[in-house]
């Protein structure tokens, strides 16, 4: 167990004083100030920036540490969602895009502190800028995305203010300094365990915080607990108040069904990552609030090779468009509890609007599937394997079931592969799969962004090792749009590419299924598909 | 004379740990090199960040030891495990040493609780068949471990939970040893249930305690039939021989001729089952372990197996082996006890 304290004598006193205070409230009322959090998954790292660390722990890093700047949030279809276009101040008190869209000039908070009492200052943004784009770490590939690679383009100003100089004007810069990794880190603090051989601390900061957020580490357990308190002095969130909960419990509670029992039983107040059944059940008996989120920034697809034969023919991939059992696998996979991407009507054949992920014009036609096949010169069909991995199995096995059963009728034999985890992700690095389910998501979701991501290079994300031009250029040529209707007009044309080329086939976008004590409120659903600890309070 | 005894016992004991080295360093080199064949490669499952690329991947090979030759990583392992370093964890970031000797006490506390249930359990359950072959008695008991067998662990686990903790409440929720709002005691043994009363709190004790009833009756359900059969079945053999026959024939009491004779007797095969089913339960209580979210050994190397994440399945195996050979030590020290014809050698 290990405790964060920056002053150990009054961090004593204090705790002498919490105990002489807590002998007098009842064990309710700590209990109600508390939120204990269960999770399948666990924290392995205080700082998300470490290869190897989990969504758990990126969610952790949002309430320990602070950004410059924070996503805003809207309502969608009368749920909260993180808002992509909304960026509000959290370390930075404003901030300015110059007319060019070159410089974004910040203004820090003047009553921001760290945990241990020091102010936040313009340096201690530059050191933890200049860390995320230098040290060998994931901030470094994130932050490549909006056009921020070297540490000349953090400028210190005055102690309070900050300019960032971008070559181009890229839309994502401003969003992506709101992600998990660019979180600003108390650098004198830092600096002191800071090695030769480990200039930026990444070592030390594994396993400490040294940060300004809205709470403090209280103890941290690898794989199966992490406890948090209230940091009193932190007012990012409204303006003068802290986090709601005193107390944050993250637990780890390997089994989805105990998940469930624990949040039904009242002993846990919230989470987000049940079984389809379950959630279904828990809501039928309407003891406990769910809040069902389309994750609107990720798919779930079926991929195909597009250069390993057959399905390195267009038709051969669209007969397996049109032969997938889609109704089926929706209600088998997910019960129905997510946005299908499939079964859409497109009058005159054209995308509808240039969003990226849209829905496609595909049913399952067996008719179709099978003068597509014939068209491939495949009339008999083919033998293949369907691959998932384990990780995936509560919904992808009832769906490779689905999907052998329904291409068999076109003739296609499916062999079912469960693999491991580690060793799926190998065969994709590796381009190895034939066919496979897998899901995908972006922080950031534009258009352009996910095409060049997903669908241009040799490289990993690019699932289908589609390797079309065309879109490659477009993709390109619209990350530095500005203006809105070429951009429309552009994701238009990627969308019709999708749809011609099929190089994989886009499912549905399965529900972020937040269930909790009907006394929790302000749930929202966050770009990192965790829960934002400092959204959450009890009525 | 019993000195010289206990001084040989010691003697052996101690030759017979070094004969078992050479039985380690191979499951050493062994799971090494297993792990090694093994289709998945660690780098690129932990390099899944939303935008981790090559270059990511070869920072955790590096990182890993992975970029070198597979002979020079053994070298280096092997090095490293003669300082007493197993590594570290991707998965949970700790050092594998630290990870396992946190976690080790836990699936020990578990495993001996349910063992001690199940020998409870399963020698009177034994006995009384055997006194009475055939009848109605024998055949209840016959059907209860075959029912024990055959519902796996997680099943018969997830009913407990069900029943005790959903429906009726009476026992606290099944998330690991303790309760998130009882504060620990101070680390002594590691077993929560000796460190609480080493602390002197009762209340606590009764808490951990509460936390372990649970998952250890879970996983004795499913051993106690081994162990019943095998009492049944030694103790026929040993009712029917000419010793008891003679035992009773010069009208020794009821209780001394099956306890003392027949019982004494028909223990040996009793205790060797008993320490292989200790050895299996430990490393094989995963479910049990994923049910209850027990922070135990097994669920740890088995989630480093699926993600490919290679020192602590090493050090788990290394650990298993470790208890292993402890475990056959001390069932041949209680053969000794058992029996006093038997020494070990």
Same mark, same amino acid.
Request: glycine fraction near 12%; charge should be negative.
């Given at each position: 167990m290990r405790f964060v304290s920056f002053r150990p004598a009054s961090s004593v006193l204090a705790t002498a004083a919490l105990l002489l205070v807590a002998a007098a409230p009842s064990h309710a009322q700590t209990r109600a100030e508390t939120l204990r959090y269960v999770t399948g998954a666990s924290v392995n790292t205080l700082d998300p920036n470490i290869p190897g660390s989990t969504r758990e722990s990126f969610a952790l890093s949002m309430s320990t540490y602070d950004r410059l700047v924070a996503f805003g949030r809207k309502q969608l279809n009368g749920k909260w969602v993180f808002d992509l276009d909304k960026i509000t101040g959290e370390l930075a008190e404003s901030y300015d895009v110059s007319p060019d869209g070159l410089k974004l000039t910040f203004r820090l908070r003047k009553d921001a502190k760290f945990q241990d009492g020091s102010p936040v200052t313009a340096e201690d943004v530059k050191w933890s800028l200049d860390r995320c784009v230098t040290a060998p770490i994931l901030g470094k590939a994130q932050l490549l995305t909006g056009s921020l690679t070297s540490a000349d383009q953090f400028k210190v100003i005055d102690p309070l203010t900050i300019e960032v100089t971008l070559p181009k004007p890229d839309k994502l810069a401003l969003p992506n300094l709101a992600t998990v990794y660019p979180l600003i880190i108390n650098s004198k603090v830092a600096k002191e365990h800071a090695t030769p051989e480990d200039p930026w601390a990444t070592a030390w900061l594994k396993e400490h915080t040294a940060g300004s957020g809205a709470y403090v580490i209280e103890s941290f357990k690898p794989g199966e607990q992490v406890i948090i308190k209230r940091n009193e002095d932190w007012n990012r969130g409204s303006p003068d108040k802290p986090a709601f909960f005193k107390r944050v419990i993250v637990q780890s509670v390997p089994e989805p069904a105990t998940r469930a029992n624990l949040v039904e039983r009242g !002993?846990? !107040? /919230? *989470? *987000?990552?049940?079984q389809a059944s379950d959630v279904q059940s828990l809501e039928a008996k309407g003891k406990l609030k769910v809040i069902s989120t389309p994750q609107y920034n990720s798919i779930t697809f079926v991929s195909m090779n597009n250069q390993i034969p057959p399905f390195d023919n267009v038709n051969v991939r669209r007969a397996v468009a049109f032969a997938l059992p889609y109704e089926d696998m929706f209600k088998a996979a997910l019960f129905g509890r997510g946005a299908p991407?499939? $079964?859409?009507?497109w009058p005159d054949g054209?995308? /509808?609007? $240039?969003?990226?992920?849209f829905q496609a014009p595909v049913k399952t036609d067996l008719d179709k599937a099978r003068e597509y096949l014939k068209a491939a010169g495949l009339p008999e069909g083919f033998s293949t394997t369907f691959s998932f991995n384990v990780g995936q199995a509560s919904t992808a096995e009832p769906m490779a079931a689905l999907v052998k059963e329904s291409l068999a009728k076109i003739g296609i034999k499916v062999d079912i592969q469960k693999l491991p985890d580690a060793q799926m992700s190998t065969q994709i690095n590796e381009k190895k799969l034939p066919l496979f389910t897998e899901g995908i998501v972006a922080w950031l979701p534009s258009t352009d962004y996910f095409y060049r991501n997903f669908y241009t290079g040799n490289q990993r994300w690019n699932y289908s090792s589609i390797n079309n031009p065309e879109l490659a250029a477009i993709a390109q040529e619209a990350r530095f749009e500005p203006d809105k209707a070429k951009y429309e007009e552009d994701g238009r044309k990627l969308n019709a590419i999708h749809f011609s080329e099929m190089p994989q086939i886009p499912l549905w976008q399965p529900n972020q299924d937040a269930v909790m004590a009907s006394s929790i409120e302000g749930y929202t659903y966050e770009f990192h598909r965790q *829960? !934002?600890?400092?959204?959450v309070s009890r009525k | 004379m019993v000195m010289t005894g206990l001084g040989a016992t010691v003697a052996r004991a101690g030759r017979r740990l070094l004969s078992s080295l050479p039985a380690l360093f191979g499951v050493l080199v062994f799971t090494f090199l297993l792990m090694r064949v093994l289709p998945g490669d660690p780098a690129v499952f932990f390099a899944s960040?939303?935008?981790?690329?090559k270059e990511e991947i070869e920072q955790i090979r590096k990182q890993m030891g992975l970029d070198k030759s597979v002979p020079e990583q053994l070298v280096f392992y092997l090095s490293d495990i003669g300082r007493g370093n197993l590594g570290r964890s991707m998965m949970t970031g700790q050092p594998v040493l630290k990870d396992l000797r946190e976690r080790l006490p836990a699936s020990l506390e578990l495993t001996f609780t349910a063992l001690l249930i199940a020998l409870l359990a399963a020698v009177p359950l034994g006995v009384v068949a055997a006194l009475k072959p055939g009848s109605l008695v024998d055949h209840g008991v016959r059907l209860f471990c075959a029912l024990g067998v055959c519902v796996p662990t997680f099943v018969s686990g997830l009913l407990l939970i069900y029943v005790f903790?959903?429906?009726?409440?009476?026992?606290?929720?099944?998330?690991?040893?303790?309760?998130?709002f009882t504060s620990l005691p101070p680390q002594r043994t590691g077993f929560l249930s000796v460190d609480f009363l080493l602390a002197g709190d009762i209340e606590g004790w009764w808490a951990a305690c509460k936390q372990l009833i649970l998952p250890a009756l879970s996983m004795a359900l499913f051993v106690i039939a081994p162990l019943a059969r095998i009492t049944r079945a030694s103790m026929l053999v040993s009712l029917g021989s000419d010793f008891v026959r003679t035992a009773r024939s010069v009208g020794l009491s009821w209780q001394k001729v099956v306890v003392t004779y027949a019982l004494r007797n028909a223990i040996l095969p009793v205790i060797t089952i008993a320490g292989i089913v200790f050895s299996t339960m430990l490393g094989a209580n995963v479910l049990v372990e994923k049910v209850f979210s027990w922070p135990g050994v097994a669920s740890y190397a088995l989630d480093a197996l699926l993600s490919s994440d290679y020192a602590p399945v090493q050090g788990f195996v290394l650990l298993m082996a470790g208890i292993f050979v402890l475990v056959n030590l001390a069932v041949d020290i209680c053969y000794g006890i058992a029996d006093p014809r038997v020494s070990i050698g």
């Open positions: !002993d846990a !107040d /919230l *989470v *987000v990552d049940l991407l499939f $079964g859409a009507t054209k995308p /509808l609007n $240039g969003i990226y992920p *829960v !934002d600890y400092r959204d | 960040g939303p935008n981790a690329g903790y959903y429906l009726l409440g009476l026992a606290p929720d099944p998330t690991g040893r303790i309760d998130v």
